[in-house]
């Protein structure tokens, strides 16, 4: 089996009789992918929407979160190949676990500086707007009428709160994207202030205040030195004079919009508020969406047709024995587009069928999670 299609399966291979340090260094290397991401999606939503440029410490970070990702992921992937084919043997390796550990503290070393205040300055370069268009027909086939419909939510006035919920992987935050790009493509729609705020599992009420300030041009220096009470007054003093649009994405529990200053969004404001979650009660009761939408898988009909155009017309009908397996390995994906878009992808170089056969044994075995990044390797 190649390489890359053992690193395509990663996430969904269980290893059994890891020791401390390996699985200190997958938490910490998951941690530090969310935080790279976090400050990623920041540093672009900076750079596209006000022709913004980076710090260059940013910048640097990013090149050694990066470096540090991939190279434990590396680790991981040859050690879970080694378990599975040699037992435990490589796990005894004393010379093994002295470079899981050195590893482990470096990513978390490099995690212990990821966090930015600021993470663009001025280009002192003019020009309109710069929008990243992200929205492509292969990764955002079957979201349309989602889209659309949040569109239409942000454009009356009886909707302020709006919840997108659904299982990982099935496209709640390229919905988000879409309906975002599509706000600036449209010179803000009316809104002052467009806001994008990653939340994720590890809620921290002042990273939020801290990116809503940011987007809001206030980058007063006495901004660290203010109480979080101090910096939601702050914001609220801003927000509740102008209409806004928060978009917030994959949240887990109640983020407390009041004590972080975010004013309610209401008819005179007219301001909206969108937020993803994986959870239905965190969409009904416990952000009290006013609409909510639930997104569904696709079904088999346009997910066979999403997994054919990422693995290829051409490869899929390249051996008689490989189009029914790959129908098998299609239909392992769930009609989630996260996933139909990956693996499909990551099959499109496969021409034989025991390497189709080898991926459908082991999506098989293990049913894949796409929770987060998944990890890819071409």
């Not at 966090?115 to 929205?135: A, C, H, P, R, Y």
């Not at 309906?179 to 939020?208: P, T, Y």
């Not at 006013?290 to 997910?303: F, G, N, S, V, Y």
Request: one cysteine or more.
């Amino acid at each position: 089996m190649g390489k890359d299609l053992k690193s395509m399966v990663t996430r969904c291979i269980y290893v059994g009789k890891e020791n401390d340090n390996v699985k200190k260094l997958r938490t910490a290397t998951e941690e530090l992918k969310d935080l790279r991401n976090n400050v990623m999606k920041r540093v672009k939503m900076y750079e596209d929407q006000q022709k913004l440029k980076r710090l260059e410490k940013v910048q640097v970070w990013l090149r050694q979160a990066d470096v540090a990702v991939k190279e434990a992921e590396e680790m991981l992937i040859t050690m879970m190949s080694s378990s599975s084919s040699n037992g435990s043997s490589m796990m005894s390796s004393h010379k093994m676990d002295k470079k899981f550990c050195k590893k482990l503290k470096e990513v978390q070393e490099i995690k212990s500086r990821g966090t930015f205040d600021v993470v663009v300055e001025n280009s002192g370069i003019g020009g309109s707007m710069m929008i990243s268009t992200v929205d492509r027909d292969d990764e955002t086939v079957g979201l349309e009428a989602v889209s659309g419909l949040v569109w239409r939510c942000m454009t009356v006035d009886n909707t302020g709160i709006i919840g997108l919920y659904g299982v990982e992987g099935v496209g709640k935050t390229t919905v988000l994207t879409q309906v975002n790009n599509r706000l600036l493509q449209h010179k803000l729609n009316g809104f002052d202030f467009v806001i994008w705020v990653f939340v994720s599992k590890n809620l921290n009420l002042e990273k939020i205040q801290d990116t809503i300030r940011e987007k809001i041009g206030f980058l007063d220096r006495s901004w660290t030195s203010k109480t979080e009470e101090e910096k939601a007054g702050k914001i609220f003093e801003i927000l509740s004079k102008r209409r806004f649009a928060l978009f917030l994405d994959d949240v887990w529990e109640k983020v407390d919009l009041v004590k972080a200053g975010v004013p309610p969004p209401e008819g005179q404001n007219r301001s909206k508020i969108v937020f993803t979650t994986c959870s239905d009660e965190v969409c009904r009761e416990i952000m009290g969406a006013q609409t909510k939408i639930k997104m569904e898988k696709l079904p088999w009909e346009r997910a066979w047709d999403l997994f054919k155009k990422n693995a290829g017309e051409d490869t899929v009908k390249s051996h008689p024995d490989i189009t029914k397996v790959a129908q098998e390995v299609a239909a392992k994906c769930d009609g989630l587009p996260l996933a139909l878009v990956t693996i499909g992808r990551a099959m499109a170089s496969k021409k034989t069928p025991q390497e189709w056969r080898d991926a459908l044994y082991i999506l098989s075995n293990s049913p894949p999670n796409f929770s987060g990044p998944i990890l890819l390797t071409f």
